[in-house]
């Protein structure tokens, strides 16, 4: 309970399965030093184009 006052509460929705495969990707590449705008701007088509 502790760790509650930290925390942020997710949904637990599958559509944020969509959110985390493109956005872990992004993170791995923004990690290696490529552009955030870029890796951003496809994890967002990645998402759109998901729906």
């Known amino acids: 309970m502790a760790q509650a006052a930290y925390a942020t509460p997710m949904p637990t929705i ?7 495969s493109s956005m ?12 955030v705008v870029k890796e951003l ?4 088509a990645a998402m759109e184009a998901a729906k």
């Open 41 to 44: 701007n496809a994890a967002a």
């Open 14 to 20: 599958p559509q944020m399965g969509t959110y985390w």
């Open 24 to 35: 872990n990707a992004a993170f791995a590449s923004i990690w290696d030093g490529a552009d």
